[in-house]
Every structure is written in C-alpha cells, then in structure tokens.
C-alpha cells in the first residue's frame, strides 16, 4: 500500500437535474484525473420542488493539486455540468463559482 497526504481542502456544487446525466457528465470530466463524489438531494422552494446534485470536490492524495487549481476546476466542472443538465443556474461553494443565465 502507498501512502500519501496533502492538504485538505473542499469545493461544493449545487445545481437541479437528473442524477444520473450528472454522473456521467462527472465520469466523463473526472478522465483527466480528478476525484469528486455526487449526492442525490431535492431542492424545496415556494410553489415548487426538483431533484438536483451536490457535488463534491476534494484535494484526493492519488490526483493532488493546490487550492487554486481545484477552485479553478470547481468552476469548469460547474459550467460543464450546466450544459450537460441543460440548466442556466449553478451554485458554488468554496469556488467563485455561481451561473445565472
């Protein structure tokens, strides 16, 4: 086993959509090395409710990075994951990452 460490840091994105085109956009974005998990969660609002995603993005000690590069790829996975949901809204957070179109 090998072990590694490098510095812990988190970036989170939140945006409306289908789970599963979520995830097979995050496979497809993660094929360039990059680790993030996904959480089903359900948006509640007046008048209304969706299903959405939370994605979370860490510093993973196979694929680490500085805090700068993850942010930076916190905000393409974000605007990535809007065009693959067809969505005009993303929330970020940890990341200057927020999308309304």
Sequence with gaps: ???ADCP???YRIWIAGDYATAHAACRAFCMK???VSLQ???YIYTMGAE???CITL???PRFPADQESIETTAIELGHHLCESLH???VM???ANLGRYA
């Design 8 to 10: 812990s840091f988190t």
């Design 87 to 89: 969505q005009d809204t």
């Design 33 to 35: 090395g990059f680790c």
């Design 51 to 53: 299903a959405g995603i």
């Design 92 to 94: 970020g957070l940890g």
């Design 1 to 3: 086993m090998k072990l």
């Design 40 to 42: 089903a969660t359900d």
């Design 58 to 60: 860490i510093n993973y």
